[in-house]
Each structure stands twice: as structure tokens, then as C-alpha cells.
């Protein structure tokens, strides 16, 4: 049953998607709102490939869509996003030109990299079959940046809020409710290098339902921002 939760995820994730793309295209100029539209969007594409993978067994170039989209691009769109929101657009910009960079050139590997057929589970999508197993060092550091910036970011925001003389709750616990959610989804990639696909596909679902949550709390809260780029726009 479990097996089939990434459908769900991918479901849940198109729905996010389309709200954070109206969003954003009522606001073009807003970079964190197109950041976190490609973000769930590609969040989706790594639930989708899991999801065909229950349904169809395991194909070469579904791993490697998922190993790209889930863990290279699982969260660090999402953090660009709270790039643009908690840095100076320069900043984020030149965060924006080493991000791509970087994961174009691990994509390269990852498409490159020979498979070892003996390692592949039927309906298992796993790093351990590259036979480069130095490829899957290129994640580390790509995860690492999603939690400073998108966990750490969300967590800083919460504090900011709290400390305000007004105390917006709202924002507070939209914030934190978007800080747990994006942390679940790396509790579970963990889970999978020790062979429990299982785990991350809970927190993927778990994960993802709090950040939209988060997200529409922000949405719906009426205090002042405390960001300029928020500050500036209606939607959030």
C-alpha cells in the first residue's frame, strides 16, 4: 500500500504547482514565487517517476529522471526561493548562477553514469546501482544548501515573526509548518541509502502536505510582511 503513496504525492504536488504558477504569474517580477513553482514542480516530477516505477517495474531512464529531479532538485529550487526572499537579489543571483551550474554538471553524470544491472530491484529506485558511486556525491552538498536556506530559512522567519511586537501566529506557524515539511522528505532520502524506500515515500506526502499548508497560512494571513519582495505583492 505504501508503495503506491508517490501517485498521491504526485496528485498533491500538481495541485501545489498550479496555485504557486497563478500566484506567480500574477506577479512576474516576483523570482521566489517562480523558484518555489519550479521547485513543487519538480517535486512532483521525482513523485511521478516513483510512482511509475510502482506501476510499471524499474526503466533506466526513470531512475535517472528521479535521481535528477528527486535527489539534485528534490529541495534546492524551493531554498532558491527563500534565497530571493532572505538575501539581496545580487546575492541570490550569483547563488542562482552556482546552483545551476552545479546540478547541470552532475546531471551530466547521472545521465553518463553505467548502471549496474545486477543492483537494480524491480520496483526499487535506488542511488547503489550507479557504478560510479562517487556521482552520488554530488547530493551532500546540494541537500546541504536546500536545508540552510529552505529549513533554516523558514526557521528564522518564524523567530522574526515571533519577536515582532504584533506577533502574527499565523505567519509563525505557517513558517514552522513549512520548515518541519521540508525537513521530512531528507529524514526519508536517509531511510533509502539504508534500503527503506518506504520512509521516503511517506515523508514526501507528509512533507509536501505541510509546506502547502505553511504556504496557505502565509497566503491567508493579513500582517504586514517582513520581506520586501512579499511586501510588494498581494498574493502573499
Request: glycine share 10%; hydrophobic share 50%.
Amino acid at each position: 500500500m505504501v508503495d503506491y503513496l508517490p501517485i498521491l504525492s504526485t496528485l498533491v504536488a500538481a495541485a501545489f504547482t498550479a496555485t504557486l504558477w497563478r500566484h506567480w504569474s500574477n506577479n512576474r517580477s516576483a523570482r521566489y514565487l517562480m523558484w518555489w513553482t519550479i521547485g513543487v514542480g519538480l517535486f512532483g516530477l521525482g513523485t511521478l517517476t516513483e510512482a511509475l516505477t510502482t506501476l510499471f517495474g524499474w526503466h533506466e531512464w526513470l531512475f535517472r529522471s528521479w535521481y535528477i529531479a528527486g535527489a539534485l532538485l528534490g529541495g534546492a529550487p524551493l531554498a532558491q526561493g527563500s534565497v530571493y526572499l532572505l538575501a539581496r537579489k545580487r546575492t541570490a543571483d550569483r547563488l542562482t548562477i552556482w546552483l545551476t551550474t552545479y546540478v547541470a554538471i552532475a546531471a551530466v553524470f547521472v545521465i553518463a553514469v553505467p548502471v549496474d544491472a545486477d543492483a537494480v530491484v524491480d520496483d526499487r529506485l535506488t542511488g547503489s546501482v550507479m557504478e560510479w558511486g562517487w556521482v552520488r556525491l554530488f547530493s551532500p552538498l546540494v541537500n546541504t544548501y536546500a536545508l540552510v536556506f529552505l529549513v533554516g530559512g523558514a526557521i528564522v522567519s518564524a523567530w522574526r515573526y515571533h519577536k515582532r511586537p504584533d506577533r502574527p501566529h499565523t505567519r509563525v506557524r505557517g513558517n514552522v509548518l513549512i520548515a518541519i515539511g521540508a525537513l521530512l522528505p531528507g529524514i526519508g532520502g536517509s531511510f533509502t541509502r539504508l534500503g527503506y524506500v518506504e520512509v521516503l515515500y511517506v515523508t514526501e506526502l507528509v512533507g509536501l502536505s505541510l509546506i502547502w499548508l505553511g504556504y496557505r497560512a502565509i497566503v491567508g494571513d493579513s500582517a504586514r510582511s517582513i520581506y520586501e519582495p512579499q511586501r510588494s505583492l498581494q498574493t502573499v
